[in-house]
Nanobody
Framework: QVPLVESGGGLVQAGGSLRLSCVASGRTIRSYTMGWFRQAPGKEREFVACISWSWARTVYADSVKGRFTIARDDAKNTVYLQMTSLKPEDTAVYYC???????????????????WGQGTQVTVSS
């Protein structure tokens, strides 16, 4: 298990921006694909974005493409999610996740990830 701690959530007006951070402690993330997921009340956890350990390849959900950017800083054991042009439908708890399989394949399902943070709340007001 890799402790993952998210931060940066909060309340923002529609059209605003937030940057989420996820720090892994006690273990490097250098060799692992990292992902962001979100879960709104009454809904299933859904994929947002992921970034591979090799070549930092990225994949985004269609709903956030062009608005969100995932990035990683392996020296800081940190992965980021820059969110812009936020919409009320982006309101959710956002979770950071790590895929410890070592595979370079990018996965968009929660089952593909082994370690999870506790989540950070993002609320977008209209």
């Amino acid at each position: 298990q890799v402790p993952l701690v998210e931060s940066g959530g909060g309340l923002v007006q529609a059209g605003g921006s937030l940057r989420l951070s996820c720090v892994a402690s006690g273990r490097t993330i250098r060799s692992y694909t990292m992902g962001w997921f979100r879960q709104a009340p009454g809904k299933e956890r859904e994929f947002v974005a992921c970034i591979s350990w090799s070549w930092a390849r990225t994949v985004y959900a269609d709903s956030v493409k062009g608005r969100f950017t995932i990035a990683r800083d392996d020296a800081k054991n940190t992965v980021y999610l820059q969110m812009t042009s936020l919409k009320p439908e982006d309101t959710a708890v956002y979770y950071c996740a790590l895929d410890d399989s070592g595979s370079s394949r990018l996965k968009d399902g929660p089952a593909g990830y082994s370690d999870w943070g506790q989540g950070t709340q993002v609320t977008v007001s209209s």
